[in-house]
């Protein structure tokens, strides 16, 4: 069995990096930008007000009283009328561009308003306070985003800023997604006698969706030969083909043998992992194609494990799922054998961890209830009470 190390170098040795595309500011939340983003401005674009006050010479205020003649007013948007002189300041408010001569503000608070346009102060200034200088935010020309870059809102709050009204994401890869089993059917779906809810597509759409691909979901493929052909060649667009279930080697198990006759290439099938044995890799007719196995759990850590830093690599990410910490075990676990093991754990109040008592790939709950994820390497010894563990947190990546 080939080991979960080598299967994982395997993948990412075929995911290429996506191309870029354009799409309009308000699609690009979450996306990853394919290159710099350079200011196409000035912000500021002329030096302005931080406060409202006056805009004065800082020489005319010494900390001796003195007295100012304001001559013009200056909000926001508008444009100075003219220069101040000596003695004289301009009304100005927060953003106002500052008139030439000025070049400090002097704020409300520290001044006296006398009648006919005079202001009193004493207070004393050294040029610059309160003023924005020009391109102090950024200047046209200077890298405001850096490439590789996933998009939030401060990043989309900038863009805007330095006047992009589309941007250069990485398009997203496509991954689509197909059930294989008799037994499935979707949520609200009648259910027959035997039959479960298929729960693999709807938790691996959401992982791709979170991971920053787009998912095509193809729903549950009966556990026959056409159909299943049918299915993969619909999904023959996406970037990436997923199955779900029939990748062992069950007598209804389809995937892995009956494709192989039919254009799937595989490069590996089976690694030493548990959850998660019996997975699929190659290319299905220049796709590439993952398949993983039914159970719930094994399909959904499968997923994680490979298609997430799959699409972290073509997205020109890095790998959210290498963010291991060391932690201490709570309880001690009996020797491993030859797969590595993702043992699914809850974080203690102090800090420590614990693995779940039943690990069962076919419990979702459990999975659903676990805060990570501990490492298990294939043959470790036993380990005992307060070993240092590698510990994977679960709330950002599924
Ligand atoms: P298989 O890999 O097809 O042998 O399936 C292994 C187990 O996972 C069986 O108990 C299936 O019923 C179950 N299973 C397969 N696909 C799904 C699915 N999409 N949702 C929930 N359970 C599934
Ligand atoms: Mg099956």
């Known amino acids: 069995m080939m080991s979960f190390d080598e299967a994982?170098?395997?993948?990412?040795?075929?995911?290429?990096?996506?191309?870029?595309?354009?799409?309009?500011?308000?699609?690009?939340?979450?996306?990853?930008?394919?290159?710099?983003?350079?200011?196409?401005?000035?912000?500021?674009?002329?030096?302005?007000?931080?406060m409202d006050g006056y805009a004065v010479r800082a020489e005319d205020c010494h900390g001796q009283r003195t007295r100012l003649t304001v001559t013009q007013t200056i909000p926001a948007g508008a444009v100075p009328q003219g220069p101040i002189g000596p003695g004289q300041a301009a009304r100005i408010f927060t953003g106002a561009p500052l008139p030439a001569g000025a070049?400090?503000?002097?704020?409300?608070?520290?001044?006296?308003?006398?009648?006919?346009?005079?202001?009193?102060?004493?207070?004393?200034?050294?040029?610059?306070?309160?003023?924005?200088?020009?391109g102090q935010d950024f200047a046209k020309g200077q890298v405001g985003i850096d490439a590789n870059q996933r998009l939030g809102a401060r990043h989309i709050g900038l863009a805007a800023a330095m006047n992009y009204p589309w941007l250069k994401v990485r398009r997203r890869p496509i991954v689509a997604l197909i059930s294989t089993g008799d037994?499935?059917?979707h949520p609200g779906e009648p259910l027959g006698a035997g039959q479960i809810i298929s729960a693999n597509c709807s938790a691996l759409q959401a992982l791709v969706e979170r991971h920053g691909g787009q998912a095509l979901v193809f729903g549950a493929t009966p556990d026959h030969k056409d159909a299943l052909i049918a299915s993969l060649e619909a999904a023959r667009s996406a970037d990436i083909i997923v199955t779900s279930g029939g990748a062992s080697v069950g007598d209804h198990d389809l995937v892995g043998g009956l494709l192989r006759d039919h254009g799937l290439r595989v490069d590996f099938w089976k690694i030493a992992m548990r959850p998660g044995k019996p997975l699929i890799f190659g290319d299905y007719q220049e796709r590439l194609f993952l398949g993983l196995p039914g159970n719930p759990v094994s399909a959904l850590l499968g997923g994680l494990m490979f298609l997430v830093p799959m699409l972290a690599r073509?997205?020109?990410?890095?790998?959210?799922?290498?963010?291991?910490?060391?932690r201490e075990l709570a309880g001690s676990l009996p020797a491993n054998d030859e797969r590595l093991e993702f043992l699914r754990a809850r974080l203690l109040p102090h800090g420590r961890v614990e693995a779940?008592?039943?690990?069962?790939?076919?419990?979702?709950?459990?999975?659903?209830?676990?805060?990570?994820?501990?490492?298990?390497?294939?043959?470790?010894?036993?380990?005992?009470?307060?070993?240092?563990?590698?510990?994977?947190?679960l709330s950002d990546l599924i």
């Open 8 to 50: 994982k170098q395997r993948i990412l040795s075929r995911a290429p990096l996506m191309p870029a595309e354009l799409v309009g500011l308000h699609q690009a939340n979450n996306r990853v930008l394919a290159a710099p983003l350079l200011a196409r401005r000035d912000q500021p674009p002329h030096a302005v007000s931080a």
């Open 103 to 134: 070049d400090a503000i002097l704020i409300q608070e520290l001044v006296q308003r006398l009648q006919d346009e005079q202001i009193e102060s004493d207070a004393e200034l050294t040029a610059g306070r309160y003023v924005r200088a020009a």
């Open 183 to 185: 037994e499935l059917v």
């Open 314 to 326: 073509m997205l020109g990410q890095g790998d959210p799922t290498e963010a291991w910490q060391p």
């Open 356 to 393: 779940f008592k039943r690990q069962d790939s076919a419990m979702a709950k459990m999975l659903a209830q676990a805060d990570g994820l501990i490492r298990r390497p294939a043959q470790a010894p036993a380990w005992p009470n307060g070993q240092n563990v590698d510990y994977l947190p």
